[in-house]
Every structure is written in structure tokens, then in C-alpha cells.
């Protein structure tokens, strides 16, 4: 799944491929300037939409964009949850 969601990181914030080179362990929220509350809006409405799930306003915090390993758990849930 950690290459399909650096893919989607990648497109859904136009990172013209400095996406595919994060890890598990990069932190997302703070450190790349793209991930702004659009940024998190195009990556949530991504995952909506190839996964198959619903993400509520009230399920998206810091936490959850800590970093992509964070970010991947979440997913993870989500879509075992779906």
C-alpha cells in the first residue's frame, strides 16, 4: 500500500514526483509546503475515491498527516472498515 499512497500524495499535491522518494517515517504536515488544507482535502477526496471509503471532517486531525506512516495507518483502517 506505501507505494500507492506515495503515488496518490504525490499527484493529489502535484509534487511532480518528490512524493515517490518519502518513507513511512517522513512527516507530512509542516514539512511539505503543498500540504495546506486543500492539499489535505485533494488527498483525502483521492482516497475516497480510489478505496472506496468515507473520511469525516471530524476524523481528520495532526495526528493523522503526522507523517505518511501515520497517514497509511488511518487508510489502512479506513478501508478495512469499508
Known sequence: MLAELLKLIDDALVLEGRGLALSSASPLAGAI???DS???MAIVNE???RWGISIKDEEIDGEVF???GSLQDF???KIGSA
Do not use: Y
Open 75 to 77: 487508510l489502512r483502517a
Open 47 to 49: 482516497a475516497e475515491e
Open 33 to 35: 509546503p503543498e500540504l
Open 66 to 68: 503526522a507523517t505518511v
Open 38 to 40: 486543500m492539499g489535505v
